[in-house]
């Protein structure tokens, strides 16, 4: 019994500190046009990705080191995002904003409700973009919303 209590208040203080990295954003103040960049940069990795396109993308500005990580094993990366299956729905779920860059370089988090045809257990798909020039900063599918962004 004491294990449980001591891991659940263990869990419970990383949930809260690891949501204090970031502010959810109202929904009427949400930018429409991230969030469009956002869905289309989705809908095009997973297109190139089960059509084994590994060229750059062009309709997009990636952050360097994402567009590194990408790159340099994109086919291995595609075949991790092919076992999902396909999208079968994407919906906007919410946005949040990375507290500690918000005066200075605002990174957005986007969150998507996404219903996969190869998996039940993963829900969303989560997209990071700086404020300024719409640039991608990264994609993770997920379970639960990453309020914290994983190691890459």
């Known amino acids: 019994m004491k294990k449980k209590l001591f891991l659940l208040a263990v869990a419970s203080s990383l949930f809260v500190s690891a ?3 970031y502010t ?3 929904t009427s103040k949400i930018n429409t046009e991230r969030v469009g960049v956002s869905e289309n940069f989705i809908k095009e990795y997973y297109k190139k990705c089960e059509n084994k396109d590994y060229s750059q ?3 997009f500005i990636l952050d360097k080191r994402l567009e590194r990580i990408l790159f340099d094993n994109y086919e291995k990366k595609c075949e991790e995002v092919n076992q999902s299956g396909k999208i079968n729905a994407i ?11 918000k005066n200075s370089d605002p ?5 998507f409700d996404a219903d996969f045809e ?3 257990d993963l ?5 990071w973009i700086y404020r300024d020039q719409n640039i991608i900063n990264g994609i993770l599918i997920s379970e639960e919303k990453p309020f914290v962004k994983p190691k890459k």
């Open 118 to 120: 190869k998996s039940k």
């Open 107 to 111: 990174v957005e988090l986007i969150v």
């Open 19 to 21: 949501q204090k990295n």
């Open 123 to 127: 829900k969303y798909i989560n997209v």
């Open 24 to 26: 959810k954003i109202s």
């Open 91 to 101: 919906k906007l779920n919410s946005v949040y904003i990375k507290d500690y860059t």
């Open 57 to 59: 993308f062009t309709h």
